[in-house]
């Protein structure tokens, strides 16, 4: 079973940075996409940006320019450095490990807080 565990977030004023960090135990096959969701309180989890193993990145249109999305095949780790943060960024952020066709498989990490508050 593969596990996933995020760290890295807390609390930062608007305007500052953080860095999150997702690692897996394994990764059972090496084309695969990780990315990082977003869940604020009373709304539904979202996409922020996901990360081929190829290196292709996708952002929602909300962060593009401020959060950057990078990944370490050999630490089997992902990573989201986010700039410019706004109180609208406050939200638990969760790690996913998706493998595409034959394994059809995805995994989640328990998240991370992040709060954006002076």
């Known amino acids: 079973q593969v596990q996933l565990v995020e760290s890295g977030g807390g609390l930062v004023q608007p305007g500052g940075s953080l860095r999150l960090s997702c690692a897996a135990s394994?990764?059972?096959?090496?084309?695969?996409?990780m990315g990082w969701y977003r869940q604020a309180p009373g709304k539904e989890r979202e996409l922020v940006a996901t990360?081929?193993?190829?290196?292709?990145?996708n952002y929602v249109d909300s962060v593009k320019g401020r959060f950057t999305i990078s990944r370490d095949n050999a630490k089997n780790t992902v990573y989201l450095q986010m700039n410019s943060l706004e109180p609208e960024d406050t939200a638990v952020y969760y790690c996913k490990l998706h493998f595409g066709p034959p394994y059809n498989t995805e995994y989640w990490g328990k998240g991370t807080l992040v709060t954006v508050s002076s």
């Open positions: 394994e990764v059972t096959f090496s084309i695969n996409t």
């Open positions: 990360i081929t193993s190829g290196g292709t990145a």
